[in-house]
């Protein structure tokens, strides 16, 4: 461009910034905000709805027999049963306390190991060979082995969890340590961040979001080895619930068991979402 030409353009772009300051921005209305916020609950609402609603024509109507499906006001009144002689809120509560004692086992084997094979490469070549052949094997395989070690009790439940939701632990927080930036260990050793500041300071946060993406699949899968873990002689528990509801052909009871499983499910995904809002801050712009 030659000199002439951007003296002619220069008073053009300077009216241009001066219109653009004096633009206000534009806000949305609080009515749109509102009606934007409540459009992904519909849209997340509309296929159980249509669900229920077939299963409902379906077991009113004669086209499914009741004896192979419960009807949702059997469903129901299955619930309202168990909840108002308190074995419900029992089992519940029993199944959550059986889980969470599992994924903090799960977060402090697997993390701890995913932390020596991501940080050294001997720890690396012992442990990822091992803990990979040991995720090929189904873990319900294991529950015979497990029997005889741990015996009938509460530790065996717990183990079957463990075995089971590790691995997604381990292996996130590996995958998160190794794709840390290599120029940020250059510049913690410029800086001479060392020891547990450099893991605390570099390692955790950067480590840290694929760390969560292994814990919403360990919890994922800590609630499927939950079934197989109180299928193992418990009298407490969904997973009893549900065997128990088998035995006898229960079909309202065991659909309340899978719905009670599915709410859990969305509860603790929203727990880990908030969770991750309040680690992870500067990534609420890549949220929808």
Same mark, same amino acid.
């Given at each position: 461009?030659?000199?002439?030409?951007?003296?002619?353009?220069?008073?053009?772009?300077?009216?241009?910034?001066?219109? =653009?300051?004096?633009?206000?921005?534009?806000?949305?209305?609080?009515?749109?905000?509102?009606?934007?916020?409540?459009?992904?609950?519909?849209? $997340?609402?509309?296929?159980?709805?249509?669900?229920?609603?077939?299963?409902? /024509? %379906?077991?009113?109507?004669?086209?499914?027999?009741?004896?192979?499906?419960?009807?949702?006001?059997?469903?129901?009144?299955?619930?309202?049963?168990?909840?108002?002689?308190?074995?419900?809120?029992?089992?519940?509560?029993?199944?959550?306390?059986?889980?969470?004692?599992? /994924?903090?086992?799960?977060?402090?084997?697997?993390?701890?190991?995913?932390? &020596?094979?991501?940080?050294?490469? &001997?720890?690396?070549?012992?442990? @990822?060979?091992?803990?990979?052949?040991?995720?090929?094997?189904?873990?319900?395989?294991?529950?015979?082995?497990?029997?005889?070690?741990?015996?009938?009790?509460?530790?065996?439940?717990?183990?079957?969890?463990v075995l089971a939701a590790a691995f997604p632990?381990?292996?996130?927080?590996?995958?998160g340590i190794t794709s840390i930036d290599p120029?940020?260990?250059?510049?913690?050793?410029?800086?001479?961040?060392?020891? *547990?500041r450099f893991l605390w300071q570099v390692v955790?946060?950067? =480590?840290?979001?694929?760390? /969560?993406?292994?814990?919403?699949?360990?919890? &994922?899968?800590?609630?499927? =080895?939950?079934?197989?873990?109180? @299928?193992? =002689?418990?009298?407490?528990?969904?997973?009893?619930?549900?065997?128990?509801?088998?035995?006898?052909?229960?079909?309202?009871?065991?659909?309340?068991?899978?719905?009670?499983? %599915?709410?859990? $499910?969305? &509860?603790?995904?929203?727990?880990?979402?908030?969770?991750?809002?309040?680690?992870?801050? *500067?990534?609420?712009?890549?949220?929808?």
């Amino acid at each position: 461009m030659s000199v002439a030409s951007a003296e002619r353009l220069a008073p053009l772009q300077s009216e241009g910034r001066s219109a =653009a300051r004096s633009i206000p921005p534009v806000r949305p209305r609080r009515g749109a905000s509102r009606r934007s916020g409540w459009k992904p609950v519909l849209l $997340g609402l509309l296929i159980p709805v249509a669900v229920v609603v077939l299963w409902w /024509l %379906a077991t009113s109507y004669g086209w499914i027999n009741r004896a192979l499906l419960a009807s949702p006001a059997e469903v129901g009144e299955a619930f309202a049963i168990r909840l108002a002689d308190g074995t419900l809120l029992e089992y519940i509560g029993a199944s959550l306390l059986r889980a969470l004692g599992g /994924l903090i086992a799960s977060i402090l084997i697997g993390g701890t190991l995913g932390i &020596i094979a991501g940080l050294s490469k &001997i720890g690396h070549h012992l442990l @990822d060979g091992p803990m990979t052949a040991l995720k090929a094997v189904p873990f319900p395989a294991l529950i015979p082995l497990l029997l005889i070690w741990f015996g009938i009790g509460e530790p065996i439940r717990i183990a079957v969890i463990v075995l089971a939701a590790a691995f997604p632990i381990y292996l996130n927080t590996v995958g998160g340590i190794t794709s840390i930036d290599p120029k940020l260990r250059e510049l913690s050793v410029v800086r001479g961040v060392a020891g *547990w500041r450099f893991l605390w300071q570099v390692v955790v946060p950067g =480590a840290l979001p694929q760390f /969560l993406v292994g814990f919403r699949l360990a919890i &994922i899968i800590s609630m499927l =080895a939950l079934v197989f873990a109180e @299928d193992i =002689a418990a009298d407490s528990g969904l997973g009893y619930l549900l065997f128990r509801a088998q035995q006898f052909s229960q079909t309202d009871v065991i659909i309340l068991v899978a719905i009670l499983y %599915a709410v859990l $499910g969305l &509860i603790i995904s929203a727990l880990v979402t908030l969770l991750e809002r309040v680690l992870l801050p *500067w990534r609420k712009a890549f949220n929808r």
